[in-house]
């Protein structure tokens, strides 16, 4: 194994992810490692899954490979090497490089956080292996479709919904464990947040996702509508795709609006926290204002908010947190 160094999490975080660093930063230190790193560990699955250097038979098995080293088996990740040489990204090549100095943090913690990520991980993991079976052989002249709305559930659980479950589980353990709090509620409303951020992604990065071959919206849905995936290549077809799309934006902000009743069920006193859950929900309602006047079609058109804007909502969210009405307020602001 590779020598342990301390600072293998923030210098990694740093490197591959900006905003969700930022998040860590303002957690409270009892979770900001356990957090951090299950974070870091997914990223490195989801840099394997997504590689183009290898076949998807080969990712599956390099996936599956690290899948079973997190769990604690004690394997040699053969594949490691070829798929690090092969990032054109120098921060995810480092990541894969580096993984055996996360894995050894991993051992670091306690138990309870230690069974807590390895079992969202399991949950990550498999949907990135489901989805590379799902989408084997497929591209941009040969797409392949989701078949269901069950289909679509189930995918942004795995990938988003679980990690919400996770994370509630983490900071009540460590924070506020002797809180009065309706516990199902909690976790229902801590799933839906995480399917919320992943189906803003979705519907955000179509193009792209299509022209990998993949299509995560179901032709259950685009066929009684008129439209096939082939269609979706075409940024012509947007005013025939504009009321299924729209049908979608609004369920992903309804799943944001059950994220925000989330942060307000959280105790008061814990602010960290619940500043670090309102800035995706912020971002991704200016994200969906966005995506309901734009070509979503169109890959040249790409929706961003820039780095700017979130740090003013940033800013915003810690001078309006004392007022309860200003807190609100932003919530408002954001989803129009």
């Known amino acids: 194994m590779a020598e342990e160094n301390p600072d293998v999490l923030r210098d990694l975080l740093a490197a591959v992810s900006r905003s969700f660093y930022l998040t860590v930063r303002v957690l ?17 699955t989801d840099t394997i899954a997504d590689t183009s250097v290898l076949p998807a038979g080969r990712r599956l098995e390099a996936l599956d490979q690290l899948r079973r080293r997190i769990q604690g088996e004690d394997i040699v990740l053969s594949n490691l090497d070829e798929l690090a040489d092969g990032q054109s990204l120098p921060e995810e090549r480092a990541l894969l490089v ?12 306690s138990a309870d956080d230690q069974s807590r990520i390895r079992e969202v991980l399991e949950v990550i993991t498999g949907g990135q292996e489901l989805d590379l079976q799902r989408f084997a052989g497929a591209s941009e002249e040969s797409l392949v479709a989701l078949q269901s709305e069950a289909d ?3 995918y942004t659980y795995r990938v988003a919904g679980c990690v919400g479950e996770f994370w509630t589980r ?13 516990e199902a509620l909690l ?20 193009p792209k996702d299509l022209s990998l071959g993949r299509c995560y919206l179901p032709t259950e849905s685009l066929v009684p509508a008129g439209l096939n995936p082939e269609d979706l290549q075409d940024a012509d077809t947007m005013p025939r795709f504009l009321p299924l799309y729209g049908r979608y934006l609004d369920r992903a902000a309804a799943h944001l609006a059950a994220g925000w009743s989330y942060t307000n069920m959280l105790p ?28 979503v079609l169109d890959p040249a058109k790409r929706v961003k908010i820039n780095r700017r804007e979130v740090k003013s909502l940033m800013l915003r969210s810690v001078l309006c947190y004392p007022r309860q009405s200003a807190w609100q307020r932003l919530f408002e602001q954001a989803r129009r």
């Open 170 to 182: 983490t900071c009540r353990a460590a924070l506020f464990p002797k809180a009065t709090m309706d």
């Open 268 to 295: 008061r006193r814990q602010i960290r926290v619940r500043l670090a859950c309102a800035w995706p929900i912020l971002i991704g309602l200016r994200t969906l204002a966005r995506l309901r006047v734009a070509n």
């Open 152 to 154: 679509l559930d189930d």
């Open 187 to 206: 976790l229902e409303r801590a799933i839906r947040f995480g399917k919320g951020l992943q189906l803003v992604n979705i519907l955000r990065d179509l």
């Open 28 to 44: 409270p230190a009892r979770i900001r490692r356990p957090i951090g790193l299950a974070y870091l560990l997914a990223r490195a």
């Open 98 to 109: 580096r993984i055996e100095e996360a894995i050894g943090l991993l051992a670091r913690l």
